[in-house]
């Protein structure tokens, strides 16, 4: 099942498919080799490039995803964060 999850995870940050972060940590484990063995050397980069994006962007979502408000300090509104006078 793990190699499943590999390939999977693999696959997906060649699409460019947003990640979990679980496949995040499955692609961060794996070495230079293991990413050569199951494709070519370019393909290899975009697999690191775009699991580095991925685990940026689950930071980032983590960080401002809190309360009832998903980041905001208030309801969203149309004018939000421009407050009229």
């Known amino acids: 099942m ?5 390939e999977r995870a ?5 699409e460019r498919v947003p990640l979990t972060e679980d496949e995040v940590n499955i692609l961060k484990k794996l070495t230079a080799v293991d990413l050569l063995d199951m494709g070519t050397l370019s393909e290899a980069v975009i ?3 775009w699991c580095r994006t ?7 979502q983590s960080t401002t995803d ?3 408000y998903k980041g905001y300090p208030f309801p969203p509104t149309k004018t939000y964060p421009f407050y009229e006078p």
């Open 2 to 6: 793990a190699k499943v999850d590999e």
């Open 10 to 14: 693999y696959v997906k940050a060649l």
């Open 47 to 49: 697999v690191k490039s």
């Open 54 to 60: 991925q685990e940026y962007r689950i930071r980032s």
């Open 66 to 68: 809190v309360g009832p």
